[in-house]
């Protein structure tokens, strides 16, 4: 499975315009996101986008499930709109609201890699509400995943 963005390749620094507005050339829009080469018994997919850097202690910035086996994308600014798939469910990031919380890394703190995971799942959906965590999520996944795919942004200010 291989996951992608028409914004950035893996490895390279994400655009300013998908960090938060509390960043210089921030507008919290969310990351394009497009996949290929799912496991045909794929259901559904899940999503996660998490800092990995040492600070971030694992910072969710976004959390998606339910989406529909025939997606292959999430379009630029797709969260908590109208552009998610139908039946996707936005969980809270780990600041807490619902959807995309983009990177805000703390100054001098260096560069951050912000990983995108996709999960293709073997189930139509995993039957969480938009309050379940990354843990909760981890847990309905287990023994449903087909295949992953990951994608690095890397971002730093």
């Known amino acids: 499975m291989e996951l ?3 914004a950035y390749r893996d490895g390279e620094t994400m655009p300013a315009r998908f960090a938060t507005v509390n960043v210089t050339g921030g507008t919290g829009v969310s990351i394009p996101l497009s996949w290929s080469d ?3 018994d794929t259901r559904s997919f899940a999503l996660a986008l998490i800092d990995i850097h040492p600070v971030a202690h694992g910072w969710v910035h976004w959390l998606v499930t339910d989406v529909p086996a025939d997606a292959h994308a999430l379009g630029e600014g797709a ?8 039946g996707a469910v936005e ?9 995309y919380g983009g990177p805000q890394p703390p100054v001098g703190s260096g560069v ?9 799942l073997d189930v139509p959906g995993l039957a969480l509400g938009p309050e379940a965590s990354w843990e909760a999520v981890r847990a309905a996944m287990s023994g449903h995943l087909l ?11």
Not at 91 to 99: D, E, K
Not at 147 to 157: E, Q, S
């Open 38 to 40: 799912a496991p045909p």
């Open 79 to 86: 969260s908590r709109t109208g552009g998610m798939p139908p």
């Open 147 to 157: 295949a992953t795919a990951t994608l690095v942004g890397r971002f730093g200010r």
């Open 112 to 120: 951050h890699d912000y990983v995108a995971h996709l999960y293709a």
């Open 4 to 6: 992608s963005s028409p």
């Open 91 to 99: 969980h809270a990031n780990t600041g807490g609201p619902r959807g």
